[in-house]
């Protein structure tokens, strides 16, 4: 098993300019979530995926969409990238049960420099 | 709402010390928490997970106790080892998926 993974590893973007973070999982489980984490900062909640073909806000969604592309598959887009959004996103997996607290596992994160 | 936060932002122990470290979060109703461990360029990484039913749950090295009536819960590490180092942070759940997490302490080991 992979586990969590994500794609790009690292990625420079220029203000205004769009993309898409891939994330995938292989555990069969039924939340993902994105997050993002600033220097020296926890994490903090983006969107969230409770099953497939549902995502809802977290924290902090503004200036992001995101997609769930099916049960394995959970995309973030960025769709005028800014400077402040220069940071280090993961994605995360939990089960689905248990009400819905549970672990979440991590991918290795994406990179992205926004100048 | 929640607020997660630990008391000291660096530890440095000895190799072979053991080390403690501590977390306080705001909202009485969080029922859920976890430690993770983030190495250099890496995802957090689970640890150990303890729910408000229980004071102290035990892995493999490491132990979690959880006092509610001060909100406060710590991580302890037995004989801390150069792979110990990394920033542990303490997460909580408030609502049915909201991860709120502290912004981390990391851990220095001193050979």
């Known amino acids: 098993n992979a586990g969590v993974t994500q794609t790009p590893k690292f990625q420079v973007l220029k203000t205004g300019q769009s993309m898409t973070l891939q994330c995938a999982q292989d555990?069969?489980?039924?939340?993902m979530y994105w997050y993002r984490q600033d220097p020296g900062m926890g994490l903090r909640l983006i969107y969230y995926s409770a099953s497939e073909g549902t995502t809802d806000k977290g924290e902090v969604p503004n200036g992001y969409n995101v997609s769930r592309l099916n049960k394995r598959e959970f995309s973030l887009r960025l769709e005028s990238a800014a400077p402040s959004q220069t940071s280090v996103y993961f994605c995360?997996?939990?089960?689905?049960?248990?009400?819905?607290?549970?672990?979440?596992?991590f991918g290795p994160g994406t990179r992205l420099l926004v100048l | 709402g929640e607020s997660v936060g630990l008391h000291l932002p660096t530890l440095s122990v000895q190799e072979g010390d053991n080390s403690i470290i501590n977390c306080a979060y705001s909202n009485s109703a969080s029922d859920y928490f976890i430690w993770y461990k983030q190495e250099s360029g890496k995802g957090p990484q689970f640890i150990i997970d303890i729910r408000s039913n229980m004071d102290k749950r035990q892995g493999q090295r490491v132990t979690v106790l959880l006092n509610k009536t001060v909100k406060h819960l710590s991580l302890q590490i037995a004989a801390t080892q150069p792979g110990d180092s990394a920033v542990y942070f303490c997460?909580?759940?408030?609502?049915?998926?909201?991860?709120?997490f502290g912004s981390g302490t990391r851990l220095q080991v001193q050979p």
């Open positions: 555990m069969n489980h039924n939340s």
């Open positions: 995360a997996s939990s089960g689905g049960l248990a009400g819905g607290k549970e672990t979440q596992y």
């Open positions: 997460a909580a759940y408030t609502g049915r998926r909201a991860l709120t």
